[in-house]
């Protein structure tokens, strides 16, 4: 089986920093895409960064400029540096990824648990 364990979420102060992180493990042979979404109360969960194997990203317009997201393939861990961060980037962050775990060159979609960020004075 695959997870996905995600760490560095908190509380901090506008314009504060945060990095997360997220773990994939199990069963791999290959990880495709890897994105972070969030979902703030009472909104939809929306896609905020992906990265994909061969290193090509994309961010929606909101984050742009302030955040940025990596990957390191040998750890099959990806991280979202968040700089300059806003009240409205408050939300629970979930990792996503897209995993081969079986060997036959078909990815699955794996779900973190997701990891809470609060902007807060």
């Known amino acids: 089986q695959v997870q996905l364990v995600e760490s560095g979420g908190g509380l901090v102060q506008p314009g504060g920093s945060l990095r997360l992180s997220c773990a994939a493990s199990?069963?791999?042979?290959?990880?495709?895409?890897m994105k972070w979404y969030r979902q703030a109360p009472g909104k939809e969960r929306e896609l905020v960064a992906a990265?994909?194997?061969?290193?090509?990203?994309h961010y929606i317009d909101s984050v742009k400029g302030r955040f940025t997201i990596s990957r390191d393939n040998a750890k099959n861990t990806v991280y979202l540096l968040m700089n300059s961060l806003k009240s409205e980037d408050t939300a629970v962050y979930y990792c996503?990824?897209?995993?081969?775990?079986?060997?036959?060159?078909?990815?699955?979609?794996?779900w973190g648990q997701g990891t809470q960020v609060t902007v807060s004075s």
């Open positions: 996503n990824a897209g995993i081969d775990s079986s060997g036959l060159g078909i990815g699955y979609e794996y």
């Open positions: 990265i994909v194997s061969g290193g090509s990203t």
């Open positions: 199990g069963s791999i042979f290959n990880i495709y895409v």
